[in-house]
């Protein structure tokens, strides 16, 4: 059975995930109104990957015979000065994705919640990943510079994201 602090904590992490692939949708239309399909479509990806996060949560919180409670989710913001700007904000969403599964985990330690402890090492793995995919790309941006060729580049090479894959 999952304890009300565990229950609460992921709801709102639930939530965290779901705005999270609001704020990637943002993302992919603003990339699309720069015809950066790629980036757009990479984007798109990511959100869904971040719903699928949400639903590990989903499901975790009803399997321990808990209650998913659905909070809104803020709009998120919709324009960004350029492509390397908007990358630079997943970064750094991801980062704060980050600190929060790990506040999550020292929770679950301080609960006692092995369950908890051990669903929440997926998430600690997987945030590893994203951060690192992440800032690759705006290591990228930083090499490729205002050189219009070298972003066309990156946008086909983005756009080559396989379902499943960073
Ligand atoms: Fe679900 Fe990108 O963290």
Redesign the pocket.
């Known amino acids: 059975m999952i304890g009300k602090k565990i229950e609460e904590a992921f709801n709102k992490q639930l939530n965290?995930?779901l705005s999270?692939?609001y704020i990637?949708l943002s993302m992919s239309a603003y990339f699309d109104s720069l015809n950066l399909g790629g980036m757009a479509k990479w984007m798109q990806m990511?959100a869904q990957?971040?719903t699928?996060?949400?639903m590990k949560f989903f499901s975790n919180i009803q399997e321990r015979g808990g209650r998913v409670v659905l909070d809104k989710i803020d709009s998120p913001k919709m324009e960004w000065s350029s492509p390397k700007d908007a990358f630079e904000d997943a970064y750094k969403?991801?980062c704060k994705?980050?600190k929060l599964?790990h506040e999550l985990v020292e929770l679950a330690s301080d609960e006692n919640d092995h369950a908890a402890h051990a669903f929440l090492q997926w998430?600690v793995t997987?945030?590893v990943e994203?951060e690192d995919t992440v800032l690759t790309i705006v290591e990228r941006f930083k090499m490729a510079g205002d050189f219009p060729g070298a972003i066309f580049m990156l946008d086909r090479e983005l756009g080559m994201r396989a379902a499943g894959a960073h």
């Open positions: 965290a995930e999270s692939a990637y990511q990957e971040e699928d996060h949400a969403h991801e994705v980050s599964i998430f997987e945030q994203e």
